[in-house]
Every structure is written in C-alpha cells, then in structure tokens.
C-alpha cells in the first residue's frame, strides 16, 4: 500500500507561484509513474503531468504546459509541481497519484491511476 500526502497548497495572488509536494511511502518502488491531477468545484478532475519514476520522461496536460513544471527526488521518494504565472481559474484541489504503468495514452485517464492522496487546496486570487 502506497501512501502519498500532498502538501505546498495556499493561497496565492494572480501572477505568483507556487510548489507541490506530494511524499510517498510505502510500496513505492514498484510504482513506475507519478502524476498530478486538479479539481475545481462542480468540475471533472483534471490531468496536469505526470513524470516516469525511473527514466524521468514526463507527459504534461496540453492546456498547462508551459506554466507548470513536475519533477521528482528519487532519493526523498517526492514529486513536485511547480507553477508560475498562476492565475484564478488554476484554483482547484491538487492531487498526486501513483501508476503502474503508463504512457502517451494513458497518463491523462483518472483510471491508469492506483493511489492518489488527500488533495491539497490551491486557492489563486487577489
């Protein structure tokens, strides 16, 4: 069983930034991928990037690229999102999550997901 906590949310003005941390324990090392995930209230959650554990290729949400940013420590067992430039509408609940597998294909689908962690509020206004 894998457990991950996210932590890093807040509340932040149009423009800032911000840095996700999501800590795993547990059965870790078979976990091949990790991605992060967004809900917004009375919205589908949504697929940001997720990054191979091993080899570190990420794939990253069309509409977020640029922006945002995943990366992992191998060592600390810890994925990160950093985001700039953010703006209100990236106001949702942040979540991580662990895979199995993945590629191109699958990495957007809630479903090619096993673990995910409690979520992390990320709240952008002025």
């Known amino acids: 069983q894998v457990q991950l906590i996210e932590s890093g949310g807040g509340l932040v003005q149009p423009g800032g930034s911000l840095r996700l941390s999501c800590a795993a324990s547990g059965r870790t090392f078979i976990s091949a991928a990790m991605g992060w995930f967004r809900q917004a209230p009375g919205k589908e959650r949504e697929f940001i990037a997720a990054i191979m554990w091993r080899s570190g290729l990420a794939y990253y949400g069309d509409s977020l690229k640029g922006r945002f940013t995943i990366s992992k420590d191998n060592a600390k067992n810890t994925l990160y999102l950093q985001m700039n430039s953010l703006k209100p509408e990236d106001t949702a609940v942040y979540y991580c999550?662990?895979?199995?597998?993945?590629?191109?294909?699958?990495?957007?689908?809630?479903?090619?997901?096993?673990?995910w962690g409690q979520g992390t509020q990320v709240t952008v206004s002025s």
């Open positions: 999550a662990t895979s199995n597998a993945l590629n191109s294909a699958s990495a957007p689908r809630t479903d090619a997901y096993n673990s």
